[in-house]
């Protein structure tokens, strides 16, 4: 009987497959309705399960796991596709080789994320069965790599989920955690690949490895760096490593993703940097830190890159705070808001003060009334 069930979920979910390629096909071939149809998808994969279709899916045992998992919140189609693809990747081949057709379109990216937000156990998985190498693999990853800025905003544009491991797993589409830790810090695998791909692996790790809260291992990471040819000019494993990451902070404009590298970047500190490298990341960080063209950096994303600025480079603090403070006096339609913003933090600095004086008190009468 359960055996029976099974099947029948594994052909429902099957034949949802091939509606969502054959509406990705659909829109592949019409250029004018393209918009329209992925925009529809999207809303489609993103309903919540109805009762009849529930009843279907979660008759099998894998479905039942995948319902126990979420134990919150409704269950929506997306959740079963994903897990559907972890355990059936065939299924997604032909769905991920059409999303890849149509990724310069805006909807392409958030149906990727939802659908295969499992996508690291998805390749890995693909790996394990079948012959691909690690360098097939790779190059296969590479078809993608190159438009993941637009999917870390694809990624925050699929906001109707607020629990923050569910943000974690769609962002891991990429698998770059098993990138780094299966791979690049894997001597014996990493020997496996060609040096132009391990440089090109480097590359694409040293721009992600922050977004994936993985710079606790930014230490090792840099001691497996392959050789570069032109090492004498751009530097070592940190001075690459750092100009990539200043490179993928300048392309950034969603703020989430943005506050969060800023807030990752005190692990360099230490880092020994040639001074064309170090002025590179020091002018990246320095042009987030005023209002207006060409950033139009938040008031967050400002106090966030000076916070950085003083962190990593705490020589001439003080004459960068006042030298910026004087440019800020050149504009005088930023004095009311500033204004409002500096009696704001006086007031809160005050009430702070208020209440740590107060409890610090409490705490010595408390202390003296215990040894009466």
């Known amino acids: ?78 959740y079963v596709l994903a897990d ?25 990216s958030n149906i990727f994320s939802l659908l295969f937000h499992n996508c690291s156990r998805f390749n890995l998985k693909i790996l394990k069965s079948s012959s691909a190498t690690h360098q097939l693999w790779f190059k296969e990853l590479q078809m993608y790599s190159g438009l993941t800025s637009k999917q870390i905003q694809g990624v925050s544009r699929v906001s109707f989920r607020s629990n923050t491991t569910d943000l974690i797993s769609i962002v891991e589409v990429f698998g770059v955690k098993y990138l780094l830790e299966d791979v690049a810090l894997v001597p014996e695998r990493l020997k496996k690949i060609p040096l132009q791909a391990q440089r090109d692996l480097f590359l694409f790790l040293s721009r992600f490895i922050f977004f994936y809260n993985l710079a606790d291992r930014l230490g090792s990471f840099l001691s497996q760096f392959p050789d570069f040819p032109n090492a004498f000019l751009i530097g070592g494993p940190a001075d690459i490593f750092v100009t990539e990451l200043s490179d993928q902070l300048q392309k950034l404009k969603v703020e989430p993703v943005l506050l969060h590298y800023l807030s990752q970047l005190k692990v360099l500190q230490g880092l020994e940097l040639r001074m064309a490298t170090s002025t590179r990341l020091k ?15 938040t008031r967050a994303v400002r106090h966030a890159a000076w916070n950085a600025l003083d962190l990593l480079y705490p020589v001439g603090r ?46 010595k009468v408390r202390s003296r009334t215990k040894e009466q």
Not at 4 to 18: D, E, F, G, M, V
Not at 48 to 75: F, Y
Not at 286 to 294: H, N, V
């Open 84 to 108: 559907h693809f972890v355990h059936v990747p065939q299924n997604g081949k032909p769905i991920l080789d059409l999303i890849v057709q149509l990724w310069s379109q805006s909807f392409a």
């Open 318 to 363: 003080y004459p960068r705070h006042i030298i910026s403070l004087f440019f800020r006096l050149l504009y005088p339609w930023y004095w009311p808001s500033s204004f409002w913003n500096f009696i704001k933090s006086c007031i809160l600095a005050i009430f702070y003060s208020l209440l740590r004086l107060i409890f610090s008190s409490w705490d």
């Open 283 to 297: 002018t990246c960080l320095y042009s987030f830190t005023s209002p207006g063209a060409p950033m139009y950096p």
């Open 1 to 78: 009987m359960a055996t029976i069930s099974t099947a029948r979920s594994t052909a429902y979910l099957t034949a949802l497959t091939q509606e969502i390629e054959k509406k990705l096909q659909r829109a592949l071939t019409s250029p004018s309705l393209r918009r329209n149809l992925l925009q529809e998808l999207f809303a489609d994969i993103a309903l919540e399960v109805d009762d009849r279709a529930k009843e279907i899916i979660l008759s099998s045992e894998d479905a039942i796991t995948v319902a126990e998992e979420q134990t919150e919140g409704p269950i929506c189609y997306y």
